[in-house]
């Protein structure tokens, strides 16, 4: 696709597909042509559907609560999670590593983030679960008893938040809601909206992206043992792992926009509120950006994936999500000695954006 029809018109979604890795690049680096308002925000306007100037203050506003030394600290508290969540699997010789790992590690980390006392996580994560379950098959019925209980769940979690704001409002703790809540720019600090909002899209958008790369990473050292020998005699290279992870199995393979005038991209007209679809997956095998694009190279340097997006909307929880997934492939690697899959038929993620599988189990 990306070279016979690198931009094309889907007739069946009615939107655009792009594959090249120029072309997505450009997409991604204009907001003001290509407007992230792609309907998602009928639901409550958040970070990811704001354009500027809003999406600017809102994420300044953000980013002083959300800083590299809030997330570097929870290093330790990563480490320690993710023993625990091993220590309970290795005397059965066997584990899933969607299941027993990678699901739990990123939604106990963001409940800690967040203030979320640890009697609630059990709570907290059927909420988060819900959230962002796909359907399994495609009908209208389907898709809206999905919706209902996403809804429910919504509901439940903003009834939850405010529970906490209030608390925290008038004790504040050294946790994310109280730094959201302190956090001010001239004079202006967020709206309990929109910090409600906020905590939400950072489980939407942070905890099955972190569980699939975490999952995708150990799914390529299984499925070439060749990697995993490199990074095990060359434990340096997790992190250069990590990366071309999200370059050739990334958790996010297609990114939405829409048109607001009209542009030409890859010699095809598109029209003023046309929607159009960035194949960041195609982009990151792109022989035009990458050499031996199909091949996985744990030392892969420089890496420009756009595994995490780009431009102004680029990954908020990026830092957090390679954080997490680094500690956890090293303490893999160092508690197991050899990681093996127990073959079995794999079943995808429901969702044409996504990359993971739901179960991966090893030996
Ligand atoms: C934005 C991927 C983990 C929070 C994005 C975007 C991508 C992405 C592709 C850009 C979307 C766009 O341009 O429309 C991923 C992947 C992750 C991950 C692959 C894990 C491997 C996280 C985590 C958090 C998070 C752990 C927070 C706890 C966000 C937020 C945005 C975002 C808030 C919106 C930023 C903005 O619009 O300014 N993510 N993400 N993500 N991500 Fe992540």
């Known amino acids: 696709l990306r070279e016979k029809t690198p931009v094309r018109y889907d007739e069946d979604r009615q939107s655009w597909d792009v594959f090249r890795y120029e072309d997505v690049h450009r997409i991604l ?10 309907g998602l925000e009928v639901r409550g306007e958040t970070l990811l559907t704001m354009d500027q100037p809003k999406h600017t203050h809102m994420r300044n506003l953000v980013n002083k609560a959300f800083t590299p030394k809030a997330i570097n600290d929870l290093a330790p508290r990563i480490t ?33 983030l967040l203030g979320v006392p640890a ?25 809206a008893h999905m919706m209902a209980e996403r809804d429910k769940a919504e ?19 050294d946790d994310l809601v109280s730094a959201l809540l302190e956090a001010e720019i001239d004079g202006e600090k967020l709206q ?17 992206t972190t569980t699939n790369l975490i999952t995708n990473a150990t799914r390529l050292m299984t499925e070439q043992p060749a ?11 997790v992190k250069s792992m990590v990366e071309e992870t999200l370059r050739y199995y990334p958790p996010i393979v297609a990114i939405g926009r829409v048109a607001t005038q009209d542009v030409e991209i890859g ?29 996985f ?51 995808p993620i429901p969702s044409p954006f996504v990359f993971g599988v739901k179960s991966y189990p090893v030996t």
């Open 29 to 38: 680096k204009d907001p003001a042509t290509f407007s992230s308002r792609r």
């Open 80 to 112: 320690s999670i993710t023993n625990e969540l091993l220590d309970q699997v290795t005397s059965r010789g066997k584990m899933d590593i969607v299941y027993d790992l990678a699901t739990p590690l990123p939604v106990i980390v963001i409940a800690e």
């Open 119 to 143: 009697k609630d996580r059990m709570l907290f994560k059927e909420w988060s679960d819900t959230m962002v379950k796909g359907v399994e098959n495609n009908t209208d019925a389907a898709f």
């Open 155 to 173: 509901a439940e979690l903003v009834q939850y938040f405010l529970k906490i704001l209030e608390e925290r409002r008038k004790k504040p703790e």
């Open 192 to 208: 309990e909206q929109d910090i409600l909002r906020f905590c939400i899209l950072l489980l939407v958008a942070g905890n099955e």
């Open 227 to 237: 990697i995993q020998d490199q990074v095990r005699q060359q434990p340096e290279l």
């Open 267 to 295: 010699g095809q007209l598109i029209r003023e509120g046309q929607q159009v679809v960035s194949w960041v997956g195609a982009a990151n095998r792109d022989p035009d950006k990458f050499d031996d694009p199909d091949t």
């Open 297 to 347: 190279h744990p030392d892969r340097k420089p890496n420009a994936h756009m595994g995490f997006g780009f431009g102004i909307h680029f990954c908020l929880g990026a830092p957090l999500a390679r954080l997490e997934a680094q500690i956890a492939l090293e303490i893999l690697l160092t508690r197991f000695t050899d990681i093996e899959f127990e073959k079995t038929s794999l079943t």
